[in-house]
């Protein structure tokens, strides 16, 4: 294996030799320096986070086990974006008391799990993919339960990883009848047809995949997971786990499963009408924000599914850029909960009456990313549901359309409840004003800003649509 | 040729608008005052370069500066943001940032004691920004976001003095009236770009590149003159003619230099500018449209011209004689023909537009500076001002000469144009405009007089003098309204783009001049001293002076049609309607909503092992599900 070849797997090598480097720094730091670790893993990651944008080659390795290409790149180059922020915004509950020890601890189960993210959307092989999809999954699990001290946490964690067993093990199920029909674990060298085994592979396969994604019916885990863990897990959950599920179901979608097209859209169709609706009906009536947050992203990864049912190439794009929309109108939501979390350690909707009159721009921002999330023009979630629909009408799918333009007026109304607690709400003691760290800040403002400025700045979505044009 | 910099005509002010906006009540004032000030005055500083360069080049081309695509909907129809340089931007971007340039200069003494001096400039540089951007865009659509960002500003800055209950019902005022005018133009552009199958105006002024079918008619007109009707009814409303036109007396609440700015040099003659645009179209396809705009603007122009004689608040004289010099150039507009010496016309509303800038602008800002001294709108509060103010007085008297039309001043040039173009093509509307003519003379220095003449009136305060920084800018602008009339304007601009050889009409400038002295000479012996002949004169007249002083009751009209038959006919059934079947339904929707996802709570049950049943469930009855339609 020349040097060459090396190079081609930039992003998993950059983030491998990171996980060292912070191990061996770890091991150097001081009892009272643990919190080093904090800008290290930031700068570390900033770092690998850029090296992603040089410019890359396609090719395969390891015997076709290793794709990569430009459309690969640019997802994990999303997907690590969003990590990015997700570090930024978890500097000062990392410095808590309680997690002082621990503090590389998270980092490292975070970048492990990021590898998993990039080998996954990498794979040329359903092994390569499983193993892939483990790493992406087990670390997390342990993250989830990082507060041990708190029993909700501990519960999210044993929850996910029993839940996430159950997944695998149907997935790996799947797997084994699509092996067993088909004679190959390449998907370059397997021929998916509408046989009964292999729609059976393909059912169980999804399943699994679909848990990832939170899907209905697979999608149970989701609140419970979401409320215990730690935030910034949580958002990990939301936005970067669930975003390269989706990537490598697009990207299958398109090329492996393209046969079974008839097959896979009427599966899609029910579950996303589904996702949609029932994530939007649990979302009504939460109170805690982290599990209303969890309800949103079903919601939304219902609305991912209305540009997966394409199966064309605008398709694609229309999901890929919603995902990138996502992850910062996602993460700004996040950060802000992160933020007030941190400092007032409240989390319902109704501690955040007359928000706006103490922390003014942390509310807006929070107002920013509801209404990004709602598809409120001009900002750049609309422009993302904008695509997705219009890759929906483009293959007319007409009814699912109108159902999803119902279900987006519903998630209007919860996402303006929060608005509303925030800028119109009295409250007598509202949350006093404070600072939150520089570090949150910056992911705050990044996250401000991509809202503000992904839908104006249109050459974006025509390089991702050539991207996904020239893939196909 | 590169004009790649131009866009920093448009950022700059954006940037001044960002900065001040964002950092409102950290920047201290004065500071903010310069920002923006020096961001117009780099942005003037480009539009002159951008003229001098568009200008000595031979070619009269269609110049895209910068162009990005926004939004590209299919193969053909696609919306474009761009910087489109062409004879009438050009002079609009000079027009624009030099009247921006020295009314934010003005503003920074004007506004010295106000609160809210940040937001005061933060708006006015949005204002710039947006009008700048009207003028260069590539396409309708451009043109009409940045035409309701100029409505948006415009609002802001009436109601500027937000605690004062009036300024905000001006505000209101100005915002509704436009807006229901923008909605005939929205409707307009999108039936255009239905025929047309383009927004580029570079499509769309070379109407021989079209291929419209003129067959489909409505009421007798075509659908494309209908389109063209609409959309001047959108330049109509911006522009304060009749009937669109009772926003602008009551939008003098706003600060006077934003008068000066928005409400006499640039934003009502968006109107202008825009039947101008597309003046190609206009003639080509819809001459009975170009009718519309003819008698709308000879109208208005009389119309505004009658109530002017009769207003005793500065600023509303003002506003009406804007109002009917702005249908002077409608009306010029209306009769002019395409090419060669046809075009007259269309180079004579633009060059009035370009000289009525300057002048107009003077007038308000010596208005402004006349109110600072007296504190008071009202003229019978005021005369004999020129003893206090006697550099003032010399500039208002030159504005009010340059608007009378007397040589050698600005408008005299430019009033003969449109005089000559009117003459030749119809004598009737000739008549009405030679009548403005000596009307205009007549209620600008019944102005003049009054304030600066007239009785020695008693002030509570002396009035002084104003500072340096108020008198700067009205000096750079007399000294445009003394000299801009002697550009050969046709060379840089006429309707088919080759240059128009203009020359004096001596025999129609005598008679205007003539008519203008008449009027000068009435207004002299009415009001040079206190005299009863007003009066009698006023009496004389009867009904036509009380309507004339009510405005022709074109308010009490509105709220007649609008809250006596709108409201009561028709809105309150439809709130009723709405109210118990309309909501009532949705209320049904929200509560069977509401209803499922109380009944549906029971899947979410924190038990792992349910939500293992479930999802195995899930997989079955997909697979069930298959199997059972492909048996």
Redesign the interface.
Known sequence: MSLQELLLMRHEWTLIGSLLILLVLELNFTDEGKTKSIPSAAILFALVTLSGFLPSQSGTLFGGMYVTDPLRILMKNILNLGVLIVFLQSGSWLRAKNNYNRITEFYLLMLSSVIGVSFMISAGNFLMFYLGLELLTIPIAAAASYEQYKSKSAEAGIKLILSAAFASALLLFGLSMLYGATGSMYFSKMIVTADVLHVLGFVFFFSGLAFKISVVPFHLWTADVYEGSPTNVTSYLSVVSKGAAIFVFVLLSVTLFETIRQVWQPVIYGTAIFTMTIGNLFAIRQQNLKRFLAFSSIAQAGFILLGVIGGTALAMASVIYFVLVYVFSNLAAFGVVIAIEQYSGKININDYNGLYHTNPRLSLAMMLALFSLAGIPPLAGFFGKFFLFTAAAESGYYVLLFIAVANAVVSLYYYLLVVKAMFVNKNESPIKYFHSDYPTRIALSACVVGILVIGFYSPIFEFIKQLCLSSL | MSFQYTIWILLLPFIAFVINGLGSGKIPGKISGWIATIAIGISTFLSYRTAFQYFTSSSREQVIAVK?????FNDTLQIDLGILLDPISVMMLVVITTVSLVVFLYSQGYMKNESGYDRYFAFLSLFSFSMLGLVVATNLFQMYMFWELVGISSYLLIGFYYDKPTAVAAAKKAFIVTRFADLGFLIGILMVSFYAGTFDFEVLTRPESLQFSTAATFMGLSTITWALLLIFMGGAGKSAMFPLHIWLPDAMEGPTPVSALIHAATMVVAGVFLVARLFPLYYAYAPTALEVVAFIGAFTTLFAAVIACTQYDIKRVLAFSTMSQIGYMMLALGVSGYEGADGLGYTASLFHLFTHAFFKALLFLGAGAIIHAVHTNDIREMGGLRKHQPITHILFLIACLAIAGIPPFAGFFSKDEILSAVFANHPIYFGIAALVAGLTAFYMFRLYFIVFWGKATKYDQVPHESPAILLIPMILLAIGSTLAGFIPFGQFISSDGLPLASQINWPIAITSVILALTGIGIAWKFYKVESTSPDKVAKSFGTLYTSATKKFYIDELYILITKGIIFRLVAKPLAWFDRNVIDAFMNLLAAT??W???Q??E??S?Q?Q???I??????LI??LS??Y??R
């Open positions: 990005t695509t926004w939004l590209r909503t509401n499922i996802s109380v549906i709570r899947f979410q924190g792992v349910k939500y293992a479930i999802f195995i469930s899930g997989v997909i697979v298959y199997i339609v492909n």
